[in-house]
């Protein structure tokens, strides 16, 4: 196990002297990841693919992935044919685009993916397809994790997603009309079983479902007019990232907490949510890291009404959290990664706006934290016109060295300076402390007491001359196991020597 203490976590590294932050920007793949079969090819996916869910499991990528199709699908059975006869929303009427089934790819270096014959749907004359079989016609999301830990083999992967209730069901009233989240578990993360539906009639549209801290937590986002939440009065507001927790994955308390906000504009009762301002769309993007959480969320330039639909665009700001519930940035209103650094692939001819989409997309691989992502092409609303033929969204890639997500740093002109720990408790057997630091060399480790007070024999600590991810920490005579089970305070102190400028990315506690 590893206790991790991200230089961007001011939680857990509160303290400083002569030190600022200072944030990384990821390397943005220009070419995509994934795109969608070509249009016409008959395929699930021949008109978008959003992404969902990228783990590293098994010694390969797998991917589940939210896909439109392009056409309906004349195979659907009738009480599947039934669910989309009156199509709610955008996909509705004599519009050709349909909104799901999940889909499925993979691939062995995260870069170049197939999509695999999985043979369980029937899907315009044939079952040699990658979608997933789900009792829902029109379906969204895929955002998957694994738990190895789970005693019951057949709920070793478990799903949530989002799903159109059925408008033409008898029982209607029982689901009511707004899109929610289903669940759902497999054995193998490829043949899923529905569970029941938790939160019925009301908006779900997760944007990431992780397990942390002992609870599985799905994000969203919420807003008046879809889902009841309201601003302080009671007034209203734009979209606003929210969250449900559980510790039962197959019972969810109808509660819901605030996740991560905008600030809301001084008249914005009277403006309401469809204004030009920004918004945070999808909520957070987030990824567990044992004791923190880093997540993305969108930063969603909102216009003043549905015909301005096609000037929106939408960055990423980054956000962290270690509860997995409450996130913050570490620098307000910072853009992690733009849409013009990370665009969709073009039309010519057209100058369309990219929309950024996070999902269960952040996971670490060997020395590198990989951060997948989608690319919406916005070509407005789904009006039959010919903008809409562009309609298209792909699977992009952006990576980081592992953890840096930003580093803490001398101000400038400073020649030293120190970070102090919030109190840590160290493991049964002590443990060992390592950097994921540059400019080494300027750096020694100190350890203090839950009051400040240094703990005798462990000043100094040295750290070597070799930068890295994982840098060990050695105290002359001395080792953390002295201390087993005590909480102590790591205070890091900084020197510039010569052309060395120490940065120091994270601490990590290892048992």
């Known amino acids: 196990m590893k206790t991790m203490l991200l230089s961007i976590d001011d939680f857990s590294l509160p303290f400083r002297k002569k030190v600022s932050l200072y944030l ?106 990658h979608a997933l079989a789900l009792p829902q016609t029109l379906a969204s999301g895929a955002l998957v994790i694994k738990e190895e830990d789970e005693p019951d083999p057949a709920r070793r992967y478990k799903m949530a997603y989002q799903f159109y209730p059925d408008q033409s069901d008898p029982v209607i009233a029982e689901y009511g009309s707004l899109p929610s989240v289903a669940l759902a578990v497999s054995a193998d993360g490829l043949r899923w079983t529905a569970l029941d539906i938790p939160f019925r009639n009301q908006f779900v549209e997760p944007s990431s479902f992780i397990k942390h801290a002992g609870q599985y937590v799905i994000h969203y986002h919420a807003m008046d007019t879809f889902a009841g939440f309201l601003a302080e009065g009671g007034t209203p507001c734009g979209r606003t990232g929210v969250a449900r927790a559980t510790n039962d994955f197959s019972r969810w308390p109808d509660f819901l907490a605030e996740s991560f906000a905008l600030a809301e504009p001084e008249d914005h009762a009277q403006r309401g949510p469809n204004c030009a301002y920004d918004q945070v769309h999808q909520g957070v993007g987030a990824a567990s890291f044992g004791n923190v959480c880093v997540g993305l969320y969108g930063l969603w330039h909102n216009q003043e009404n549905s015909r301005a639909f096609d000037r929106i665009s939408c960055d990423f700001g980054l956000v962290v959290s270690n509860d997995g519930v409450h996130f913050r940035e570490p620098a307000k209103g910072y853009r992690f990664l733009r849409r013009d650094e990370s665009p969709v692939t073009p039309v010519s001819g057209w100058d369309f706006n990219t929309i950024l989409w996070q999902f269960n997309g952040i996971v670490n691989v060997g020395d590198q934290t990989r951060i997948y992502h989608g690319r919406w092409r916005n070509v407005g609303g789904h009006d039959l016109n010919d903008a809409l033929k562009h309609y298209y969204a792909e699977v992009a890639l952006a990576t980081l060295p592992r953890d840096r997500w930003g580093a803490l740093g001398l101000n400038p002109g400073a020649k030293t300076g120190s970070i102090c720990s919030a109190p840590v408790k160290l493991p049964a057997t002590g443990g060992e402390l390592t950097l994921n630091a540059d400019g080494v060399a300027g750096i020694t480790v100190e350890l203090l007491d839950e009051q400040f007070r240094p703990i005798p024999g462990f000043a100094g600590g040295q750290i070597g001359s070799t930068d890295g991810l994982d840098c060990p920490v050695r105290w002359v005579g001395h080792g953390l196991s002295e201390l087993t089970g005590q909480t102590v305070r790591f205070a890091v102190h900084m020197r510039r020597m010569d052309k060395t400028n120490p940065r120091v990315y994270a601490l990590n506690l290892i048992e």
């Open 24 to 129: 990384s920007k990821p390397i943005v793949r220009p070419e995509p990841v994934l795109v969608p079969s070509p249009r016409g090819s008959g395929a699930p996916d021949d008109l978008a693919a959003f992404g969902g869910t990228v783990l590293h499991d098994g010694g390969k990528f797998r991917m589940w992935y939210y896909a439109c199709h392009w056409g309906k699908n004349p195979d659907w059975p009738p009480r599947m044919m039934q669910q989309v006869a009156k199509s709610p929303g955008w996909f509705r009427g004599d519009c050709p685009m349909f909104q799901g089934p999940l889909c499925y790819a993979e691939s062995d270096d995260g870069i170049s993916w197939t999509k695999p014959s999985l043979g369980q749907v029937l899907f315009k004359g044939n079952c040699r397809n």
